[in-house]
């Protein structure tokens, strides 16, 4: 069983504030994807990396895939309220590519 | 709006009663899955459906029965559920099961909370 870790758990900010999150693993993934779930909804996926060192961006919200594939960050530049939800890393690998997911961080941005 | 529906969003149970809850993907999709996500655990795979065959189970108490009569219908059927069995059930579509690479994008539909009394 892959073991996905998200740290932190919680996170609660003010507007403004830059913040990185972490999912870290043992298991190397042929892929690793980010989702955001708001209240009341199912979770939204952001991006999908699959190169080791790959970092993608998406507006404010940088993503990076570690060398080994087995860890990655989400770092999020000058939070917004809108930003406030559970942020979920999902990781793939052989034999069944369906990704595992982590527990989330759960992020509340203060106006 | 992601093209995936669920109903009912919410459902109050007792533990002999029998209910089901309903999934349609709007996006002609050919996997659908059922996840059960409960608090301070990880989102766990129920079931996986492709082109209505059941592809992957992963050790789900009898007690939850799923059917997929359609690629863009699959249903959770309860029965006798347990308190611990209360949890938000998500249910999701790909357009096909991922197989390698970048794997496929999975869309979630806005689940249903369901408490087991």
């Known amino acids: 069983t892959q073991l996905l870790e998200q740290s932190p758990q919680f996170l609660s900010i003010q507007e403004g504030e830059n913040l990185t999150v972490y999912c870290n693993s043992s298991?190397?993934?042929?892929?690793l994807q980010w989702y955001r779930q708001e209240p009341g909804e199912g979770p939204v996926l952001l991006v999908t990396?699959?190169?080791?060192?790959e970092v993608k961006k998406l507006k404010r919200l940088t993503f990076q895939f570690g060398d080994a594939r087995k860890d990655s960050s989400l770092h999020i530049t000058a939070a917004q309220p809108g930003d406030t939800g559970l942020y979920l890393c999902?990781?793939?690998?052989?034999?069944?590519?369906?990704?595992?997911f982590g527990r989330g961080t759960s992020l509340i941005v203060h106006p | 709006e992601t093209g995936v529906t669920q109903t009912p969003r919410h459902l109050v149970m007792g533990m002999t009663n029998k209910k089901s809850l309903k999934c349609e993907q709007h996006?002609?999709?050919?996997?659908m899955y059922w996840y059960k996500q409960s608090a301070k655990k990880p989102l766990e795979l129920m079931f996986v459906y492709s082109l209505e065959e059941r592809v992957e189970n992963n050790s789900v108490p009898s007690r939850f029965s799923p059917e997929c009569p359609n690629s863009s219908h699959l249903f959770l059927h309860l029965h006798t559920l347990q308190p611990e069995d209360s949890a938000l059930y998500l249910c999701?579509?790909?357009?096909?099961?991922?197989?390698?690479?970048?794997?496929?994008?999975?869309?979630f539909g806005p689940g249903t909370r369901l408490l087991v009394l």
């Open positions: 999902a990781g793939a690998s052989g034999g069944s590519y369906i990704p595992t």
């Open positions: 999701a579509s790909s357009q096909d099961v991922p197989s390698g690479g970048a794997g496929e994008t999975q869309y």
């Open positions: 990396v699959v190169t080791g060192g």
């Open positions: 996006l002609g999709h050919n996997a």
């Open positions: 298991s190397v993934f042929s892929s």
